[in-house]
């Protein structure tokens, strides 16, 4: 339950890719079967290394990937860092009635619809989209950041995608053929309800601005989000550098990150918690394997320049 109620907690968080300035020239038909699978990143220091798995989604529905390089990088290592992330633990009867609270707190206030909440050309876009996909008429009673996931969702499934949980169940397997054992990056979540306060002191304005940006990206950017999932699938770095991953602050994250002030704080810690756990077992460990976004890899302030900054080589795929 804790995962669901993360993943959609999250909702404010998610970075949005910005359009392209130049048109895509990649085949946007999906890619399927069995491919390579990702590149990997290389982090060294002396004779230790850190390979860096890169994690993409959403992803071809109907794709299975198999990588000799990331199956070879697992079984040669002596651990494996989870990607940072947020962790709540809470008893089964507790987190019904987070969930109850949870469901109250993605709709508008007093039952109020989204076209009375939005204003009418923002309305007029939101209708015109949802018209071309299958949504329930329960996304008109979601505040309009929740509305705008929904309907992104919708967009990319309807594109052929789908999210990338099979990458994870890849590496489990790998991982447990090998008897290489997890360290999970986790920043803890204290008292869970406090933060769904702070999500209901979000601005309306801050939701608006949100649903402005998803639908801007669903009315130009689908093609651009097949072509990245063909790159990622095949390994296609060329590709990859080509199309544009922006991780930067964007309308939805500033509605967490001005507001709920407290998962802001949480959300934060994450890399610093990664970085402790992967210099750790550098120090320690010959081999280490790990997976993060691919958008945090290709950032250029990211996770890869602190690591160069404190000394690591960093070998690029």
């Not at 979601?142 to 309907?151: D, E, G, H, N």
Request: glycine share 4%.
């Amino acid at each position: 339950m804790h995962k669901l109620f993360l993943a959609t907690l999250a909702l404010c968080a998610v970075s949005f890719a910005q359009a392209q300035t130049e048109p895509v020239t990649l085949d946007a038909v999906l890619v399927t079967g069995e491919l390579p699978g990702p590149p990997l990143w290389k982090v060294s220091k002396g004779d230790h290394v850190l390979w860096i798995m890169a994690i993409y989604g959403p992803v071809p529905k109907k794709m299975s990937w198999q990588s000799k390089a990331v199956d070879d990088a697992i079984a040669s290592s002596q651990e494996i860092i989870t990607s940072p992330s947020l962790d709540i633990d809470i008893g089964f009867f507790r987190g019904l009635l987070l969930m109850r609270k949870w469901n109250k707190a993605q709709k508008n206030l007093n039952g109020a619809k989204l076209d009375t909440v939005l204003p009418a050309d923002v309305y007029a876009r939101f209708t015109a989209i949802r018209s071309k996909y299958d949504v329930s008429d329960s996304i008109e009673k979601l505040r309009p950041s929740f509305a705008a996931q929904k309907l992104y969702q919708k967009a990319y499934e309807d594109a052929g995608l789908t999210p990338n949980t099979a990458v994870y169940d890849t590496i489990v397997r790998i991982a447990k053929k090998n008897d290489v054992p997890f360290r999970n990056v986790w920043v803890k979540i204290e008292d869970p309800a406090s933060y769904l306060s702070e999500i209901d002191a979000i601005p309306l304005e801050m939701h608006v601005d949100c649903m402005k940006l998803t639908l801007t990206r669903i009315e130009t950017d689908m093609l651009a989000l097949r072509a990245r999932a063909n790159a990622w699938a095949t390994g296609d770095m060329d590709a990859i550098r080509y199309l544009p991953y922006v991780n930067t602050s964007t309308a939805c994250w500033n509605a967490a990150s001005q507001t709920a002030g407290r998962f802001a704080t949480a959300y934060n810690q994450q890399w610093p918690n990664w970085h402790a756990a992967v210099e750790d077992a550098l120090a320690k460990n010959a081999s280490t394997f790990t997976y993060i976004g691919l958008s945090d890899l290709l950032n250029p302030a990211g996770p890869l320049a602190t690591l160069r900054d404190k000394g690591y080589t960093v070998e690029e795929p």
